[in-house]
DNA sequence: CTAGCCTTGAGC
DNA sequence: GCTCAAGGCTAG
């Protein structure tokens, strides 16, 4: 009987999807997982192609290359966080240009030769991203066919909190987690910035120069106009290298998915809220590019150590985590269950305060951004943290992502029956592991070696703080 | 200045 | 020869 409530309710839930996104494209009938990926990143026009590193529209496009091209400077007429959409784009070219920067457009993709037609450097990348565009359409196609086909086996051992209950609401609206934007997100936005990830293994050759700055736009100053000058600007290749299109020899796009496959819906849900390769890989260089400038501008005396590097670093992996939690269905649920206990709420408000009584800092403002807008944030930073009364919740939720990796590996990998297993011992490996290095961030945070204005620390603060 | 359409040409 | 992402052109 569960089963069949959950088959009902997901699909009345699907149905809803799939009627909202019908209405909004002029009741033309898409598949709801063919969405999202036709709306240009920009301004949420259509997209006519890829432009100068990711799916753009043709009028993001002219205006990235006129602003490039002839080396445009614009001002804000307001506080530099204007709403971009279709009706509003023109109004404000300063933000514009800086929105084509975030969503990451490639300053470097535009010519300086001016030469017209042929292929650059992007052109294995844009490859990829299709193959793994369409793979992960695949995925999502295949499984929905299954779930209209065959029951899943996945059970809802508690009805209140199940998962088709939390996928009956409405998907979260991520903001974008920029300080000081108060952009509205609107749906094109919904799942550009659900979450990112920056691999630690990413060398910064603290020697590399950095290619010729961008004055007008300092902040994301690291790409340069001529970078398509091959002798000058090799040396991008390397701080780059996880996103280059070289960083993946040899890639060849193979459905992954095994014929009868059935993905359980959680594991869908998941693949859904992955970000886009092609943004994550555009947030990583520049990241890393902005690091390697400030670093480059430091003397010598204040240069960070390689340690104060690796902490940028996992500042702004802490930072792509929390906004990744946030666009998880079920801390969204739990964002209802924070709200409505004291305790949770006290629990919620220390840290918030905490970072409130520090001197300002980018760290403090967005911690408060983020726990403002959606404290269930909290929990991914207090996972071992008792605070929260709502403990059924937490455990059913603990259970249905056991029971959809469970169902995944026997289906994914029937050959390896105990894969679940093997997974699962890895945990307390993991978890000493993230103790150590809590530990050590700690020791190094005392001796002083840690940067200012670290979320990472903040946070850590917060969590014992709260124990 | 914008944005839709056109031309070009390296890589497959 | 085809593709498609560059740059170019131009009416509005």
């Avoid at 844009?126 to 992960?136: N, S």
């Amino acid at each position: 009987a569960l089963v069949i409530k959950f088959l009902a309710q997901r699909s009345a839930a699907l149905k809803h999807r799939r009627g909202a996104e019908s209405a909004r494209r002029g009741g033309m009938d898409y598949s709801y997982d063919t969405d999202l990926e036709e709306l240009c990143p920009v301004c949420g026009d259509k997209v006519s192609g890829y432009h100068y590193g990711l799916l753009t529209c043709e009028s993001c496009k002219g205006f990235f290359k006129r602003t490039v091209q002839n080396n445009k400077r614009y001002t804000c007429a307001e506080s530099q966080d204007c709403n971009i959409d279709k009706t509003q784009r023109k109004r404000c070219p300063f933000c514009r240009f800086q929105k084509c920067l975030n969503v990451g457009m490639r300053l470097e993709a535009v010519r300086a030769d001016r030469m017209r037609g042929g292929r650059n450097k992007f052109g294995p990348m844009y490859k990829r991203d299709r193959a793994l565009k369409q793979q992960k359409k695949a995925l999502i196609r295949a499984s929905g066919l299954k779930m209209e086909a065959t029951p899943p086996l996945m059970s809802s051992p508690q009805p209140d909190y199940s998962f088709s209950t939390a996928l009956s609401t409405p998907a979260p609206k991520n903001t974008h987690p920029n300080i000081g934007t108060s952009v509205a997100p609107t749906d094109y936005e919904r799942n550009l910035y659900a979450s990112s990830s920056l691999s630690l293994s990413i060398p910064i050759p603290a020697h590399t120069p950095l290619p010729a700055q961008y004055p007008a736009y300092p902040t994301l100053a690291s790409h340069a106009i001529k970078s398509e000058y091959p002798d000058h600007y090799t040396s991008s290749e390397h701080y780059t290298c996880a996103s280059s299109p070289e960083s993946v020899p040899g890639y060849t796009y193979v459905d992954q998915t095994p014929p009868g496959l059935t993905v359980p819906p959680l594991v869908l849900e998941f693949v859904r809220c992955e970000q886009d390769e092609l943004q994550v890989q555009s947030k990583i260089s520049a990241h890393l590019a902005h690091l390697q400038q400030e670093q480059n501008s430091r003397s010598a005396a204040e240069r960070l150590s390689t340690f104060g590097l690796m902490c940028h670093i996992a500042d702004q992996t802490l930072f792509s985590i929390v906004e990744w939690a946030r666009s998880c269905i079920f801390f969204k649920e739990l964002k209802v269950s924070v709200n409505t206990s004291k305790t949770e709420l006290k629990g919620y408000q220390t840290p918030y305060l905490l970072a409130d009584a520090q001197t300002p800092s980018i760290a403090r403002l967005r911690l408060k951004r983020i726990l403002v807008n959606n404290p269930a944030a909290l929990l991914s930073l207090t996972a071992d943290v008792k605070l929260l009364e709502n403990q059924p919740y937490v455990e059913s939720m603990y259970e249905q992502v056991n029971a959809a990796l469970l169902e995944y590996t026997l289906c994914a990998y029937p050959q390896f029956p105990d894969r679940f297993s093997q997974i699962l011992l890895r945990f307390p490996e993991l978890r000493a592991l993230s103790t150590q290095a809590e530990d050590y961030l700690c020791y190094k945070h005392l001796s002083g070696e840690v940067p200012c204005n670290n979320l990472l620390i903040e946070m850590l603060h917060a969590k014992r703080t709260c124990i």
